[in-house]
């Protein structure tokens, strides 16, 4: 199922979360249960992937984040990490036009800097030829660790002061976000987790500071359009208070 089709009637005015993140997980545990091989269930959850850009755009999410391969993920054995890669790399050359055509802005968060070859190539066309888009942006975390990623804002920040470019007075909170991969996109409402874990993995933790979080034991490759209005609404329903004593309502916005 391409994310070029029409949206469902009605879902427009269901979104109030403007930034979703999921973390992927489960796609061994799928194929396991079904006697299948690990590489199984990578490949059902290229396509329950396919389906949540569909749904995200189709209920007005801005931004969708997804946990695709982590920093740690190379650690692996290597033919999953060979499996891994060359699904992504199938991702983007079989999906690129429909998303392009769909309206759907493609970028990369995640640490650029061990990368090479055809994998970095993709990733740039991806963004280059989405770059103009503006009906959902689709973050693919690739090489990601949240760990890594303030580390290299760190150094960032570091450099500038070195060079005399930054005041240590004017490292703030504010600066750190403002050198985030995820820099100049609407805050993190909502992220979710499939698979049954309870834990962020290294994932957006910085930006997910005061996120709503919805954890639910469905694996990767059954998450559908369904499971993600009812994070939505789960999301929608919650009061958000941000360390105050008043109570905003994720409804509000």
Known sequence: ???????????????????????????????????LPRSAGHRAGVEALRRTVRAAGDIGVEVLTVYAFSSENWSRPKSEVSDLLGLFRHFVERDLRKLHEAGVRV???????????????????????TADNGKLQLNIAFNYGSRD????????????VAAGHLAVDDISEDAISSRLDTAGQPPLDLLIRTGGDRRLSNFLMWQASYAELVFTDTHWPDFGFDDLVAAVSEFSGRERRYGGLDAVKSATG
């Open 149 to 160: 990623e303030v580390a290299r804002v760190a150094q960032q920040l570091a450099a500038e």
């Open 107 to 129: 970028r990369m968060i995640g640490n650029r800097s061990t990368l090479a070859g055809d994998i970095l190539t993709l990733i740039l066309k991806a963004e280059q030829l």
């Open 1 to 35: 199922m391409c994310p070029c089709n029409g949206p469902r009637e009605g879902s427009q005015s269901m979104v109030t979360a403007r930034h979703v993140a999921i973390i992927m997980d489960g796609n061994g545990r799928w194929a396991t249960a079904r006697g």
